[in-house]
């Protein structure tokens, strides 16, 4: 009797949870069983077998596909001139393990997380793998229940941003880019100038600007000379797509 007691007050504490999560997120799930399913591990489900939980892997496998789609549609709108291997590599870096961990600890998923004894005991409310396949069963519930209408808004405030802040500026090739949109738009070849080099010997701070037939094109900076240079192409892209539109 006394088990069945704390189980039913641990239940009503993950409901309240559950519910403070959504007024949080401003997202209202019609389904919240879908909700709950998402944050199901499978060692919670094998710890209650007599009562109706199903665990959150079919929803991480959907979850994956809809977060494929819709990273790669606004790669595509936003990047016009990056080639397929570049969008490729771009995106393989914003879905893969580690920035799906981040994501997931930002909104502090793991405290949500439905988890069996023994998984508790060894850590895996911290488990990277594990958090990363609860945002993507997350990604899945919010498409079942509300479609593309709500996980793209979720999506324009947790991740796109991100991107657009270069986060994943390692991955992307803006010189490249520029030099790409430049050859095809206006012609000719951007140039690089160092305009200041700030700070000690060990911790040095470049400035650089790009440009084309005298025209400044866009200044950057960066801890090395090609971080600079990368970052100045970045900001060339992003003011010459604003006067384009």
């Known amino acids: 009797m006394k088990k069945s007691n704390r189980e039913q007050r641990y239940a009503e504490r993950k409901d309240m949870e559950f519910k403070q999560f959504q007024e949080t997120m401003g997202i209202r799930f019609q389904n919240e069983a879908l909700l709950k399913q998402a944050f199901t591990h499978s060692s919670y489900v094998n710890e209650h077998r007599r009562k109706p939980y199903e665990d959150n892997e079919r929803l991480e496998f959907l979850g994956d596909a809809v977060l494929e789609l819709t990273v790669s549609q606004f790669l595509y709108k936003t990047y016009p001139v990056m080639s397929e291997g570049e969008l490729t590599k771009l995106r393989a870096a914003v879905v893969c393990e580690p920035s799906l961990v981040t994501f997931a600890n930002e909104l502090e998923f793991g405290k949500l997380i439905l988890l069996g ?42 991740v796109f941003p991100k991107i657009s802040a270069g986060a ?43 440009s084309l037939n005298g025209n400044v094109l866009g200044t950057g900076s960066g801890r090395s000379k090609k971080e600079a240079e990368q970052f100045a192409a970045r900001m060339a892209l992003e003011k010459m797509k604003q006067q384009s539109k």
């Open 117 to 158: 004894k023994g998984e508790e005991m060894t850590g895996g409310r911290m488990r990277p793998a594990l958090l990363a396949d609860v945002f993507e069963a997350f990604i899945g519930a919010l498409y079942l229940d509300q479609g593309m209408d709500a996980v793209i808004p979720f999506l324009e405030r947790v």
């Open 168 to 210: 994943f500026s390692h991955v992307m090739d803006f010189k490249s880019q520029l030099q790409e949109y430049v050859q095809r738009e206006l012609k000719g070849a951007p140039s690089y100038r160092i305009l200041e080099e700030k700070g000690p010997a060990h911790n040095k701070e470049f400035v650089t600007e790009v």
